[in-house]
T-cell receptor, first 115, second 114 residues
Framework: AQSVTQPDIHITVSEGASLELRCNYS??????LFWYVQSPGQGLQLLLK??????LVQGIKGFEAEFKRSQSSFNLRKPSVHWSDAAEYFC?????????????FGKGTSLLVTP | EAQVTQNPRYLITVTGKKLTVTCSQN?????MSWYRQDPGLGLRQIYY???????DKGDVPEGYKVSRKEKRNFPLILESPSPNQTSLYFC?????????????FGPGTRLTVL
């Protein structure tokens, strides 16, 4: 089944440092990939998505992600982290199910930002 | 403002007492879905609906029901809640079309079943 794996459960970075969150996908064809962020007590907000075309995708809040087919990866990056980026981050892949579709989410990576 | 709303946001109930969590979207989306989020498990789809009167099971449908009588509403019904349904629930909506979809999520409903 199509799925995504986020190898890191928790990541801690210093404010101002660069960030990379890993996401690996399992899918035969070109996947439709997403990154969502969930701030404490909040719902899910879409950061960016990849359907096709340019493999480097720009999102909101200064985030970007690069689709690498050879590595089956869709890692999220930010050059300089702000304290407000502390949140949980979910990678997801869109899959077809029966008559419709669903987002299969990774288990999430919790980001802690230190002063 | 385009949004997905859920009510209630927080609910504590007891085993066996029927409850409904409402979900409404104002974006005229055909597609709506329910997910539950549990620690260490991420989000898992419960049910989805491709359009009015069209619903189907997701990964974890047991113990839940849904209905889609109107395009904007997609309530989640727990006929006889059990403690293992204690979770954080998210409703989502999107346009149909697998190659163009982006799902928009509601703020979540935190349910505790005692």
């Amino acid at each position: 089944a199509q799925s995504v794996t986020q190898p890191d459960i928790h990541i801690t970075v210093s404010e101002g440092a660069s960030l990379e969150l890993r996401c690996n996908y399992s899918y035969g064809a070109t996947p439709y990939l997403f990154w969502y962020v969930q701030s404490p007590g909040q719902g899910l907000q879409l950061l960016l998505k990849y359907f096709s075309g340019d493999t480097l995708v720009q999102g909101i809040k200064g985030f970007e992600a690069e689709f690498k087919r050879s590595q089956s990866s869709f890692n999220l990056r930010k050059p300089s982290v702000h304290w407000s980026d502390a949140a949980e981050y979910f990678c997801a892949v869109l899959v077809g199910v029966d008559s419709g579709y669903a987002l299969n989410f990774g288990k999430g990576t919790s980001l802690l930002v230190t002063p | 403002e385009a949004q997905v709303t859920q009510n209630p946001r927080y609910l504590i109930t007891v085993t066996g007492k029927k409850l409904t969590v409402t979900c409404s979207q104002n974006m005229n989306h055909e597609y709506m879905s329910w997910y539950r989020q549990d620690p260490g498990l991420g989000l898992r789809q419960i049910y989805y609906s491709m359009n009015v009167e069209v619903t189907d099971k997701g990964d974890v449908p047991e113990g839940y029901k849904v209905s889609r009588k109107e395009k904007r509403n997609f309530p989640l019904i727990l006929e006889s809640p059990s403690p293992n349904q204690t979770s954080l629930y998210f409703c989502a909506s999107g346009v149909s079309g697998i190659n163009t979809d982006t799902q928009y999520f509601g703020p979540g409903t935190r349910l505790t079943v005692l």
